[in-house]
């Protein structure tokens, strides 16, 4: 059996964006499928399993978090995001 998720995020700016999907996308190893449109970054993930499926989704989400949080500490003092209206 073969299972797949497909996850969008979407992030306050399209720098940020891009960042993130360029560190998470060096580990897609066929895995998973990153891809950035915008703000928007998109994972498809395929598995033989429910359970192999929910373990590659928490290790990718667990790399976006690193490097959202990476993202924003790397942003220089005084440059902070501004928010769409």
Do not use: N
């Not at 940020?16 to 998973?32: C, N, P, R």
């Not at 395929?46 to 993202?71: F, G, I, N, Q, W």
């Amino acid at each position: 059996m073969k299972v797949r998720a497909q996850l969008h995020l979407t992030f306050d700016d399209a720098a940020t964006a891009e960042a993130v999907a360029s560190s998470v996308s060096l580990d897609d190893d066929g895995y998973i499928e990153t891809t950035r449109r915008g703000r928007t970054i998109t994972a498809r993930a395929a598995a033989d399993s429910p359970m192999s499926l929910l373990h590659t989704l928490d290790d990718y989400l667990a790399c976006v978090s690193v490097a959202e949080r990476s993202a924003r500490e790397a942003r220089p003092p005084g440059r902070a995001r501004r928010r769409r209206v």
